[in-house]
């Protein structure tokens, strides 16, 4: 690293080494150009560090915890089990590391010989930043650059962060598992989070603002969540808002409103997931290049993701859509294959959408709503988990894959899935609406029996008037 005020020229500088950036630096060197990656933190961003992969893990620690307690139904009875909290963190954490650490990213920027640097980016001009961090710092001369600066968690100013009122940063990283827990949010973090721990026996009161828990998805999905949730015990108030909080040493009391009624609940933690903010304010010096911000303090950006300086690209977090790694990635190779002048661009005909909640919902593509204001006649296909043979010896008869087609053209538009694997099952309907697939090309296409992926041939049938096995 160059000490000092000259400047070192590089073809591509990213910040922030998320999902989106890093992504975005291994392309780029790979088409051929010299890298740069900044980042602050660890390589791995939130997804990797703090996001989807921790909080996975939890879940599925939990699940396995839950799966040993209740299989008594399938003939299963086990005595004496326990978790050691300790363990289950310092498992998940060993996930983090063989990801983040020299073998997983650090690997791969090394044989893709990206350089990294660890430490701050700050702009100084639209060519040029400085990177630093307490030992060195050095300025760079570039020709392209991609911010891929990532996003932190919203802070309500009733319920500031610290002690005893989270965010899913430090809920993934308790020590013990609370006795009870709040949460303020019933988005996916949220529910994700609390559903984990309500498992490993923690008393949970969610407090959504809306009608329904998940909001971004339909009630006919939902509703097998909430049920789910309130067999264990947890608590579920719709239309309430968060006002204020009282802390003891021992625990936090909230006081919320429900249609203009005050209530209190009070609990060990409270967990605040009410959504995340972009960083695109404070020490990037974005003010100092003059970038056009769309709403939220999100980046505006093209169908290349290059910004209002051309050759200045934005992707992830920070820029509108979705706050989720699979787009910040695929913005990633857009920008970098743009930059390298490939005529990419970015396309979300459908991004797929999952919540990793027990059952598992996922979407693709348009909802039966939106397909209608589209102005689609719709096909429907839909086919429960409990008229297939592998979901009842799976033990898992709950749910249900629902199909939207365009009756004329026969092309599938959308799908839906509650239920078991739903997030694994959503692969094959995102392929299908990119390929442009109809309902009949995947009716016609031999799925493997016994498999829960039969259930996708099925509702196509369904949605033709054709079905086999309802
Ligand atoms: C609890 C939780 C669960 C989640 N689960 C899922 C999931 O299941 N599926 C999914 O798709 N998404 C999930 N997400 C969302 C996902 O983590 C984000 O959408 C994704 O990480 C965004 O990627 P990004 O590259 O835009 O930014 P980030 O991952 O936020 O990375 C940005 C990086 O930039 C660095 N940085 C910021 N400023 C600077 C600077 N000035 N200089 C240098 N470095 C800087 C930061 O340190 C950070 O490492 C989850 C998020 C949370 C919080």
Known sequence: MVVGDASVEIDVLVIGAGPGGYVAAIKAAQLGKSVLLVEKDTVGGVCLNRGCIPSKALISAAHQYEAAHESSEIGITAEGVKVDFSKVQAWKDGIIEQMTGKRGIGALLKKNK?????????FINEHEARVFNDNETARYKFNHCIIATGSRPIELKA???????????????????PQSLIVIGGGYIGVELGQTYAKFGTKVTILEGSDHILPGFEKELTKLVAA??????????????AQSCEKTDSNVTVTYT?????KKVTADYVLVTVGRRPNTDGELGLDLINLEMGERGLIKINEKCQTSIPHIYAIGDIVAGPALA?????????????????????????IPAVVF????????????????????????????????GRALSMNSPEGFVKLVGDKETGLLLGAQIVGS?????????????????????????????????EMVMEA???????PIHI
């Open 421 to 453: 694997e739903a997030s694994n099952l959503i692969a094959e309907l995102g392929l299908a609406i990119e390929m442009g697939a109809t309902l009949e090309d995947i009716a016609l296409t031999i799925h493997a029996h016994p498999t829960l992926g």
């Open 357 to 388: 909640s027990d059952p598992e919902i996922a979407s693709v593509g348009l909802s039966e709503t939106e397909a209608k204001a589209a102005g689609h006649t719709v096909a429907i296909g839909k086919f429960p988990y409990v008229a297939n």
């Open 228 to 241: 789910r949730l309130k067999n264990k015990n947890v608590d579920i108030v719709t239309e309430a808002l």
């Open 114 to 122: 990206v350089q990294l640097f660890n430490g701050e980016a700050l």
């Open 159 to 177: 319920f500031p962060f610290g002690g005893r009122i989270l965010s899913s940063t430090e809920a993934l990283s308790l020590k013990e598992i």
């Open 326 to 350: 699979h787009k910040a990635s695929y913005e990633a190779k857009v920008a970098a294959e743009s930059i390298a002048g490939l005529p990419s661009v970015i396309d979300y005909k459908c």
């Open 258 to 262: 429900v249609k203009g009624e005050e």
């Open 460 to 466: 196509s049938e369904v949605g033709l008037g054709q």
